[in-house]
């Protein structure tokens, strides 16, 4: 895996340089693992994603 593989890609990241991309993947590999345990069952793994997704894109980017 290197650091680009992740949910954000430059088609949604406009503006983005490859390697603040490759920081916001990172991130959610890292946090991946203890979102998914804590998530509530009744979401599925895509669910959990766009939400970390949300969660990473509010408090690196203010969006």
Same mark, same amino acid.
């Given at each position: 895996m290197?650091?680009?593989?992740?949910p954000?890609?430059?088609?949604?990241?406009d503006?983005?340089? @490859?390697n603040?991309?490759?920081?916001?993947?990172?991130?959610? #590999?890292r /946090?991946?693992p203890?979102w998914?345990?804590? @998530?509530p069952?009744?979401?599925?793994?895509?669910?959990?994603? #766009?939400t /970390?997704?949300?969660?990473i894109?509010?408090?690196y980017?203010?969006?």
């Open positions: 290197t650091d680009s593989d992740g954000f890609d430059a088609d949604d990241t503006g983005l340089s @490859a603040e991309i490759a920081s916001l993947n990172a991130e959610f #590999r /946090l991946w203890q998914r345990i804590r @998530a069952k009744r979401l599925n793994d895509e669910q959990v994603v #766009r /970390l997704c949300h969660h894109t509010r408090k980017l203010g969006g």
